[in-house]
Nanobody, 117 residues
């Protein structure tokens, strides 16, 4: 089973930017879609964005125009560039395959993003 390790989170002021990185323990080329998900305090984990090679990336409405997902199959990495961050973007961010996997053990530790002044 491929494991995912997220990094790049941190504390950032509103309006700031972060670039998240996800390193996979194996090849991601075999996965149709790769996605980023997040879990805000007190809320369930939600889908943020996904990318399928050769197709435009898809984003949840609240991050359109601010976030950009990309994948590098040669490096087995997935990225999430986040700009114009707001407090509503605070949460733990995870990468995983898309569509969302059913195996609860497939999730990594995530990376914490905190947007606060």
């Amino acid at each position: 089973q491929v494991q995912f390790v997220e990094s790049g989170g941190g504390l950032v002021q509103p309006g700031g930017s972060l670039r998240l990185s996800c390193a996979a323990s194996g090849s991601i080329a075999r996965f149709y879609g790769m996605g980023w998900y997040r879990q805000a305090p007190g809320k369930q984990r939600e889908w943020v964005a996904h990318i399928v090679s050769g197709f435009p990336a898809i984003y949840t409405e609240s991050v359109k125009g601010r976030f950009a997902i990309s994948r590098d199959n040669t490096k087995n990495r997935v990225y999430l560039q986040m700009d114009s961050l707001s407090s509503e973007d605070t949460g733990v961010y995870y990468c995983n395959v898309w569509p969302r996997p059913s195996d609860p053990n497939s999730w990594g530790q995530g990376t914490q993003v905190t947007v606060s002044s």
